[in-house]
């Protein structure tokens, strides 16, 4: 697995920089993972795809099934290979979103649905520090 992550989030609106950054630190003080907990694209064989085909939505279904595979696939004892890459978040978007109470709303349900999940898939998996 080739898990991929942003080497900054400056073309960002703002809430979602300050939400993505504090989901990483979350995400990464209940694993010993330092990776871009917010960003979903990723690479992966046919051995370990069968983790996000057999993932059952226990944690709401919503952006747990990126996640909550990879770290069943660490856990497993795959090899998983972490790759920052550059990205440049499209300037329309980001002038849509900002300032945007919908979007601070979904954001914030996402960090209620990946902080949780994040946390007691990581202890079940044994994967804290």
């Given amino acids: 697995l080739i898990t991929l992550g942003r080497r900054n989030l400056n073309n960002y609106p703002s809430e979602q920089k300050y939400e993505e950054m504090f989901l990483n630190l979350a995400a990464q003080c209940l694993t010993w993972c330092k990776w871009d907990f917010g960003f ?13 085909l057999e993932y059952g939505g226990e944690y709401g279904d919503l952006c747990d ?20 890459v550059e990205y440049t978040h499209p300037v329309e978007q980001t002038k849509e979103e ?16 990946l902080i949780p999940a994040f946390e007691k898939e990581a202890q079940k998996l044994s994967l804290r520090k």
Avoid: D
């Fill in 40 to 52: 979903g694209p990723f690479l992966a064989n046919q051995k370990v795809l069968r983790y996000f």
């Fill in 98 to 113: 900002s300032g945007n109470p919908n979007f601070a709303m979904k954001r914030l349900k996402q960090l209620n649905n």
């Fill in 65 to 84: 099934s990126i996640w909550i595979p990879r770290l069943r696939i660490l856990a497993a004892g795959f090899r998983v290979e972490y790759i920052e």
